[in-house]
């Protein structure tokens, strides 16, 4: 019953910075996803009889894809596939299941924080053994395959059932339909000291979680009120949906406004947290405070020995390259490694398995640990919960005393969404060509001390990753980094990054744009931003 079937080759099927991210209806052409999914299988080696992990977000065409991956894999030799009840798995829980069953690899169906729709956001990524992203030698493996495919196979059958757990058996291969929830939570149990977070709770601590519709309703409900008695109703939005209820499912300021505006007024709760479609970004908000990333992975490394799962240290600490230097003074504290990585989870992978870093965090809203092998936004709000019930303070008293103790980087990012990309690539390049003149030069009253465009040369395989984004670093400390996100769908999306170094404690309550302004301005001198994209302000600043 394993049939091939003819195909024609797609140009576009590049992997970004996490996986193939398109708009349904170009997912939905023929052969499209399929093409992709062979060209994931072609791209590997020695998989027969192995098992498969794959589960998705629940957002539109989950479903349909999954039955496709599924049959695919029967076809092209694996011997087991796990998928989560309801074709959900968030992306954290799946790569614990991968790492957890030893599966030789997983395929997880996110488009991320990206809306879902019939007309809006899919994708799909390939996760390896380790339970981490496909490093780059896969993906240009992939795109190699998805350049010169001819056919793919898959194998006549009905569709499984997804909505019950069971066994099923589809030719050669067993189909486990699992609980998506199960594995995860017990691994949350294992690192974090739930009895004093339940004790905390239980003496009226009150905390506001924002699912926003999507992936991590039933694992925060499941944790947060059925095992930590946090009170019902602290889990909002908690059903998934295939539209994610027409909302952009991403924890940011602009997304998740009425938690902010909540958390910034009267009355408001202790600690206020969202995390995204799949599941793997946080949003940390304390009465009255708005955690950055960068500062959020900051504090949790500076605490985590406070959680059980770390209570012997950490090993060293990993950041992407434009995530604030936040994190660089807590690793010189406790005298253990930094690394500064390109953008994009993959690039972890790596330090975590050998052993060089525990904890690992983005500025775009991505916090993790060795635990498993993506970033993972509940895990963060419960490290946050379990530091919380640790210290017996409140998020506001706990940040402040990191920046009296470390100093403040006030940091902001701006974007601009649905750039043009000749105009976008226009930027970059004009930005690439003048960094041998930038040193020395100044602009108000700042003097760039160095100028480049952030290479990488990974300690572990040696491999080389160029062109990862413009650093302009000014005397003092402070500096603007530009680049193109790797995550859009349409168009090109402008990300400039903002960050000043305050050391001076007497001067960490200014507005954070205020206390960015010459760097923004800075940022438009050096970039010509206005001219060059006809934008006056950006979408979205965060
Ligand atoms: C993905 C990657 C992250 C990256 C983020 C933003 O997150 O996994 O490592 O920081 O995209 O990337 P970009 O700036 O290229 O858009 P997610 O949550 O979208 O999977």
Redesign the pocket.
């Known amino acids: 019953m394993i049939i091939t079937v003819p195909t024609k080759p797609y140009s576009d099927q590049k992997p970004?910075?996490?996986?193939l991210?398109k708009k349904v209806p170009h997912f939905q052409q023929e052969n499209y996803a399929e093409n992709f999914i062979q060209s994931i299988f072609d791209s590997l080696e020695d998989f027969k009889g192995k098992t498969l992990v794959i589960g998705g977000d629940g957002r539109f065409y989950n479903r349909e894809v999954i039955q496709k991956a599924i049959k695919m894999a029967a076809a092209n030799g694996f011997g087991r596939v796990l998928v989560g009840q309801g074709g959900i798995l968030s992306?954290p829980a799946a790569s614990n299941v991968i790492r957890k069953y030893k599966a030789f690899g997983g395929i997880i169906l996110?488009?991320?924080?990206?809306p879902g729709g019939p007309t809006e956001d899919f994708g799909i990524k390939y996760n390896i053994g380790n339970g981490g992203?496909a490093p780059e030698k896969i993906t240009d493996a992939i795109y190699a395959n998805s350049k010169t495919i001819t056919s793919y196979k898959t194998v006549d059958a009905p569709d499984i059932n997804l909505d019950q757990v069971g066994n099923f058996d589809l030719g050669e291969m067993h189909v486990d339909v699992i609980d998506p929830v199960a594995d995860y939570a017990a691994l949350m149990e294992q690192l974090f000291d739930f009895n004093a977070i339940r004790n905390m709770f239980s003496l009226g601590f009150r905390m506001v979680f924002d699912a926003m519709s999507a992936v991590t309703g039933p694992y925060a409900k499941e944790i947060l009120e059925n095992r930590l008695g946090a009170a019902e109703g602290t889990v909002r939005n908690f059903t998934p949906l295939p539209d994610f209820g027409g909302h952009h499912p991403d924890p940011n300021l602009v997304h998740a406004k009425e938690l902010y505006d909540e958390m910034m007024g009267h009355d408001a709760p202790d600690f206020g947290a969202a995390s995204?479609?799949?599941g793997?970004?946080n949003l940390i908000i304390g009465q009255g405070i708005f955690v950055t990333p960068s500062d959020s992975l900051a504090i949790l490394a500076a605490n985590a020995s406070l959680a059980p799962g770390y209570s012997n240290g950490i090993a060293g600490i990993a950041r992407?390259m434009?995530t604030s230097a936040a994190a660089d003074r807590v690793a010189e504290k406790l005298k253990i490694g930094i690394y500064e990585t390109p953008?994009?989870?993959?690039?972890f992978g790596n330090l975590l398995d050998a052993g060089k870093v525990t904890i690992c965090g983005?500025?775009?809203?991505?916090t993790g640990s060795s635990h498993v092998r993506?970033?993972d936004g509940l895990w963060a709000v419960l490290l946050w919960l379990n530091v919380l019930a640790a210290r017996g303070e409140s998020v506001q008293e706990i940040v402040r005393q990191h920046w009296a103790a470390f100093g403040r980087n006030y940091y902001s990012r701006h974007d601009y969404e649905e750039v043009d990309a000749d105009a976008a690539n226009g930027l970059m390049d004009a930005l690439r060509a003048s960094l041998p003149t930038l040193p020395g030069t100044k602009i108000g009253a700042l003097t760039v001390e160095k100028a480049d465009d952030f290479a990488y040369h990974d300690p572990v395989d040696h491999s080389e990753s160029r062109k990862q984004g413009v650093r302009v670093l000014f005397a003092g400390g402070s500096r603007v980094v530009f680049?193109?996100?790797?995550?859009?769908t349409s168009g090109a999306?402008l990300?400039v990054y903002i960050e000043r170094y305050e050391p001076d404690s007497s001067r960490h309550g200014i507005e954070t744009q205020e206390a960015l302004a010459d760097l923004i301005a800075a940022a438009e001198e050096l970039a010509q931003i206005r001219s060059r994209t006809g934008r006056d302000t950006p979408s979205v600043i965060t």
């Open positions: 970004g910075t996490s996986g991210r992306t996110s488009a991320s924080h990206n992203p995204d479609g799949d793997d970004r992407s434009p953008t994009g989870w993959k690039f983005e500025e775009s809203a991505g993506e970033k680049r193109l996100s790797g995550t859009g999306t990300r």
